[in-house]
């Protein structure tokens, strides 16, 4: 199913969860659900903690799913935002961000083989890792790397520029070439 | 005037992947604010990047939830009306409602009166025992009804003639129990004053039903005054 489908289906869901559809709500949650807790827990990286943010993102599109704006993108971003912001949140309040650094030196690698897409996904979820994954590895290194501390880490540019020993308009300038090359390549609106 | 965004599009692409320090979050509102709420490049720089940001997310692998936690949540969700989380400031005030709601009790083999008042377009199952909402002001315009099977999750919610309403304004059901009301669903009128909604909400036969103004976003709970209600008693 193409991307514009896929997102037409959520944004169907969302309408109908406005309308306080259960089953809309049961829908989005079972299509969404494993990639926010993926998230939630890559950056947090603890598993309860995780799941809290996962539920309370969720609780909050079933209580304010007019919060949701169609102009200002897709359905899945919207609601992973959501979910990346709250485990960013987390981060800085438990201030363990220097643990979890250390950790993360031996966590996963971002970019893995997804044997799971085909059970877990539907409605294009494949193919949106594919064309993520392909758009990150298309990234020259050094600005991989600051994407992935910023995004993955929870880590703030003055933290990756301590962390990496580079000046922060390094760590600002690679930011951005990195985004708008991402952005170029991933950052078209579903219509 | 064409007006420069270097500066507030890296701020706002280092802002969507969560890497802002506080003080340029500072100057990112600072600068946002000179370029006024109408900026269309403001608007458009971050929505697409919060698009790129988004979709980052899926880089990494799904993975499986743990055992109960789908139940839990959509528990929370769909049941969510516990009078710790949905007991508004103004909960006291709907017990009183009991006693004026009119106690319109249209109940059991409701199939023939289910159908005359809803009509054969919405779906409402034909079992379904139908409960006429009273108007608690009488310039109020229109009828609102609510159907539903006692003891089974389901509660359709249509009304006609009701006024317009605020773009920015819903009419919202609620299932009153005790001093506690649970929000049920939140409908917009359309143009000819009609409004049809569905709750996956169950009603056993000592509620209160209710429906009030709220804003779009829908509320936790009441925010203004019931318009229409009635009491469910068992047959």
Redesign the interface.
């Known amino acids: 199913m193409t991307d514009d489908l896929a997102e037409a289906r959520d944004r169907e869901l969302v309408q109908r969860i ?6 809309a ?2 829908g989005l ?2 299509r969404y ?7 939630a ?2 950056v947090v990286r603890q ?1 309860f903690l995780a ?1 809290e943010i ?2 309370e993102a ?2 909050a599109v ?6 949701y704006d169609p ?4 359905v ?6 959501m ?3 709250r485990a ?1 949140d987390a981060v800085r309040r438990e201030e363990s961000q220097r643990r979890r650094s250390e950790e993360s030196q031996l966590s996963d690698p ?3 083989p ?1 044997p ?2 085909d059970v ?2 539907e409605l294009g ?1 494949p193919e ?2 594919r064309a ?2 392909a758009a ?1 590895e298309g990234l020259p290194d050094e600005q991989r790397q600051v ?1 992935e501390l ?3 880490d ?5 933290k ?1 520029s301590d962390k990496l020993g580079l000046p922060l308009g390094t760590v ?1 300038s690679r ?2 070439l990195g ?2 090359r ?2 170029s390549a ?4 579903p219509r | 005037m064409i007006r420069d965004h270097t500066r507030i ?2 701020l706002i ?2 802002r ?6 506080p003080q340029e979050q500072a100057e990112l509102e600072r600068e946002m604010a000179s370029h006024g709420p109408d900026c269309e490049e403001c608007r458009r720089l ?21 055992p109960g ?2 139940e ?3 528990g ?3 049941g ?1 009306r516990s009078p710790a989380s949905r007991q508004g400031p103004g909960g006291g005030r709907w017990r009183p409602l009991v006693a004026v709601a009119a106690a319109l009790v249209l109940f059991v083999g409701g199939a023939v009166l289910g159908a005359a008042v809803f009509g054969g377009g919405n779906e409402v199952p034909p079992q379904a025992t139908v409960l006429a909402l009273e108007p608690q002001d009488p310039s109020l315009l229109g009828t609102v009804t609510a159907a539903f099977t006692p003891g089974e ?1 389901g509660i359709y919610l249509q009304g006609s003639g009701l006024e317009p309403l605020p773009s920015d304004q819903v009419y919202e059901l609620w299932v009153i129990e005790g001093d506690t009301p649970a ?5 917009a009128p359309s143009e000819d004053g009609s409004v049809f ?4 909400k169950e009603v056993t036969g000592s509620e209160v039903l209710a429906v009030t103004v709220e804003p ?3 509320s ?1 709970a009441p925010t203004t005054p019931p318009r229409w209600a009635g009491q469910v008693t068992s047959a």
């Open positions: 406005r309308r306080g559809d259960g089953e709500f049961r949650f079972g659900s494993p990639s926010a807790m993926s998230l827990r890559r598993p799941e996962v539920q969720f609780l079933w209580r304010s799913p007019g919060g102009q200002r993108g897709s899945r971003s919207w609601l992973m935002g979910v990346h912001h960013v971002v970019i893995q997804d799971a897409d877990v996904d979820l949106e890792r993520v994954r990150l994407i910023m995004y993955f929870g880590l703030s540019q003055s990756i600002k930011t951005l985004m708008k991402l952005r991933i950052g078209g609106l | 599009e890296e692409a280092i969507s992947i969560g890497g802002l320090d971050e929505t697409e990047y919060g698009e790129v940001a988004g979709r980052l997310a899926f880089a990494l692998d799904p993975v499986a939830l743990r936690f789908a839990e949540t959509l929370l969700a769909l969510e999750p929000a049920a669903v939140c409908v909604g569905f709750a996956d779009s976003t829908c936790d």
